[in-house]
């Protein structure tokens, strides 16, 4: 694994942004991303198209994957930046447990700030098993935040695995970090994001048999029905089309596929959802101000 990526360091003018677009409709006021490119470089992910305005250079976008550079300063930066109300999604822009943080070890740092002055919500964005050896920290946190966390799951099948994401955890190992996550007492949620070609049914029990919280859900963002902003790379059109996997990244299937995973949800007496109005649920405050 070392010998895919390197690791840079440099200093950082802050830490947390105020949040837009879908994540602040969503409720939250805040965002936190621990580095700059992302190790994990899936195929499909739209941050690289975001350029300049996800706050990349062009060597991030020419060459994701392939390096990431952290914000060496950012737990002393989040410490001082930290306020009681704030509701924090950690993050938009990179995993923050991606595979360089094996090495780097950023994240200890950045829960003992969170430690100190807790703020109202507290949601990590994840798809990295690695997050499980925080989870004695996770748990003290989560007594004195609400700790969200939001752990993607994209398909059943890790043959597709493979094909969109190979350097993710198989899906299996996804799922059984889940269910340490809530054995541990933690609210985590399934979050299929993005939905990739997979059976949706099997999918959705799959997630349920692990969660208890409503399952969130996320189809690839397309330029079709998204004029502007962040889209699905090209290198994973490369790919579908390849694999017959083109359906996956029409939005009228994709809203086919939505509607029949709600329904196989309620059936089963849980919520699914899409879109911001999913990602609310990830924003709920336990705690009393």
Wanted: aromatic content about 8%; hydrophobic content about 40%.
């Amino acid at each position: 694994m070392a010998d895919r990526f390197r690791i840079f360091n440099q200093p950082a003018s802050s830490i947390l942004a105020r949040t837009s677009g879908f994540i602040r409709q969503a409720g939250f006021t805040h965002s936190l991303t621990p580095a700059r490119n992302c190790t994990f470089g899936c195929t499909y992910c739209y941050v690289p198209t975001m350029r300049i305005y996800g706050g990349l250079k062009r060597e991030d976008w020419e060459r994701w994957g392939q390096f990431t550079t952290y914000k060496e300063n950012a737990a002393a930066l989040l410490a001082k930046a930290l306020k009681p109300g704030m509701l924090i999604y950690c993050s938009p822009l990179v995993d923050p447990y991606q595979p360089a943080e094996e090495q780097q070890a950023m994240m200890p740092g950045i829960l003992e700030a969170l430690l100190h002055c807790p703020p109202a919500v507290f949601t990590i964005q994840t798809r990295g098993p690695l997050i499980l050896r925080d989870v004695a920290m996770l748990k003290e946190l989560d007594r004195r935040t609400s700790l969200r966390v939001s752990f993607s799951v994209t398909t059943d099948d890790d043959a597709v695995r493979r094909l969109y994401e190979p350097h993710c955890a198989p899906i299996e190992e996804r799922l059984a970090a889940i269910d340490a996550l809530r054995c541990a007492g933690l609210a985590v949620h399934a979050t299929l994001a993005p939905l990739l070609p997979c059976d949706p049914t099997r999918l959705l029990d799959a997630v349920l048999a692990v969660t208890v919280e409503p399952v969130v859900g996320d189809p690839l963002h397309l330029r079709e029905t998204k004029r502007h902003g962040a889209t699905t790379r090209e290198q994973a059109f490369r790919i579908a089309q390849k694999h017959q996997h083109e359906p996956w990244f029409q939005s009228a299937f994709q809203s086919r596929i939505v509607e029949q995973m709600k329904q196989h949800a309620a059936q089963r007496g849980r919520a699914f959802a899409v879109g911001p109005e999913a990602f609310t649920w990830l924003t709920y405050s336990t705690h009393s101000e």
